[in-house]
């Protein structure tokens, strides 16, 4: 049976302006879905929902970032405190610093470009000096305001797809969460697949049998489980309804082939295989964030809404080291900072502000557990400071 997208009538109604936005993105949805006789994926309405040119949210001229009275949807761990910066500095400057990586970084999806001014004013600080420092974002108005934040900084490049033949650092912050994913339910009769209709004059959830290009996905999930938890244990259970990517893991094995020498430090929110997709997390982790609400309703205000779904990080791993890369770590974020200098870097200048937001960072009821970061990489023998201690490699 569909199921509908029934508004979040809790959330505050966007101004004229932004419903009529919405509307014209959701005509175009409609318009494709007649188009491909009456049904798309989830993956493609996310596609849409987010970089449709001109009216998807990535795409259009939404504010994003930032903090609620400013109109943003989400706070990402660069806009809580320079503090995130300066410990992802400490990390290049040993790479750098060591000779082993070029002296260039490589940042995906830069957002209010807080991250880059963090990290750059510290890697001045430290002494460090880098050839270029690139971004690769496909927003338009977050452009812009990078270049406004970053206006002070030289060796800046923007661009539009990744360096080829590239010898540095490649930092990609809640980027992977935000590529699209495709929804699966398991049902009595097998596999099936939930994407989007039009019907009723509204878009709705529908679910058709699963083809062979998502049986193909959820094997690995499935064969996984088992593995780690015995035949009837792993198995999931009718009505499980979960998302798994094809194009996470396509840009993990993207990167094995562009980066010549370097490591990629890859933070998200997320799980290993067998922690995603354990039998009792049966609604999967798809979410989406609108002025600081989070509700599970992508059909709603398409265009207005961030979408994102929690990193299979074993998928980005396995994708990795297939084509070719070293997996060199995987911790969480707490014990990602912690070893790059966050304690102190907060007993160097005390305050209770500065207190607050390290224990944002790091506390496992805030950012601390959820966010994991993993490095892959090619050519580099140092060991990272960032994985010294707490490394998880083993649960991947």
């Known amino acids: 049976m569909p199921t509908s997208s029934a508004p979040a009538t809790t959330l505050p109604p966007p101004d004229a302006l932004a419903a009529a936005h919405s509307a014209r993105l959701t005509e175009q949805i409609a318009d494709e879905i007649a188009q491909a006789g009456g049904w798309i994926g989830f993956d493609r309405y996310m596609d849409r929902a987010l970089y449709a040119p001109g009216l998807g949210y990535y795409a259009a001229g939404a504010h994003k970032l930032g903090d609620a009275a400013a109109g943003g949807d989400f706070v990402t761990a660069p806009e809580i405190s320079p503090l995130f910066g300066q410990c992802l500095a400490a990390q290049v400057a040993q790479l750098v610093g060591s000779g082993a990586v070029g002296a260039r970084v490589v940042e995906f999806g830069a957002g209010s470009g807080a991250l880059a001014q963090d990290l750059l004013r510290a890697l001045d600080a430290q002494g460090v000096s880098l050839e270029r420092y690139a971004i690769v974002e496909v927003s338009a108005d977050l452009r812009d305001r990078q270049r406004a934040?970053?206006?002070?900084?030289?060796?800046?490049?923007?661009?539009?797809?990744?360096?080829?033949?590239?010898?540095?650092?490649?930092?990609?912050?809640?980027?992977?969460?935000v590529m699209p994913v495709r929804l699966f339910v398991t049902a009595a009769d097998g596999l099936r697949e939930r994407g989007v209709a039009w019907r009723d004059g509204r878009l709705v959830f529908d679910d058709r049998p699963a083809d062979a290009s998502l049986r193909a996905l959820v094997q690995p999930i499935t064969d996984g489980l088992r593995d780690a938890l015995g035949d009837g244990a792993g198995a999931l259970p009718a009505g499980y309804v979960s998302e798994v990517s094809a194009v996470v893991p396509a840009w993990s094995a993207d990167l094995a082939r562009w980066l010549a020498r370097g490591v990629a430090l890859l933070i998200d929110y997320g799980f290993p295989r067998r922690e995603y997709y354990h039998p009792q997390r049966i609604m999967g982790t798809l979410m989406c964030h609108y002025r600081h609400h989070a509700h599970a309703e992508p059909l709603w205000l398409p265009g207005l809404n961030d979408?994102?779904?929690?990193?299979?990080?074993?998928?980005?791993?396995?994708?990795?080291?297939?084509a070719g890369l070293d997996v060199l770590g995987y911790t969480t974020q707490a014990h990602f900072l912690i070893n790059s200098g966050l304690l102190d870097l907060v007993q160097r200048a005390p305050s209770p502000r500065r207190a607050n937001e390290a224990q944002r960072l790091v506390s496992e009821a805030e950012m601390?557990?959820?966010?994991?970061?993993?490095?892959?990489?090619?050519?580099?023998?140092?060991?990272?400071?960032?994985?010294?201690?707490?490394?998880r490699l083993y649960r991947l």
Not at 156 to 176: K, T
Not at 307 to 322: L, M, P, Y
Not at 380 to 391: C, N, W
Request: charge should be negative; charged fraction near 20%; hydrophobic fraction near 50%.
């Open 368 to 391: 601390g557990e959820l966010f994991k970061v993993l490095a892959v990489g090619r050519g580099v023998e140092v060991p990272l400071i960032g994985f010294a201690r707490g490394d």
């Open 307 to 322: 979408i994102t779904a929690h990193v299979d990080f074993t998928a980005v791993a396995d994708a990795a080291h297939a």
């Open 149 to 177: 934040r970053l206006a002070g900084h030289t060796n800046l490049q923007w661009l539009d797809a990744p360096p080829e033949g590239f010898d540095g650092v490649v930092i990609a912050n809640e980027v992977l969460d």
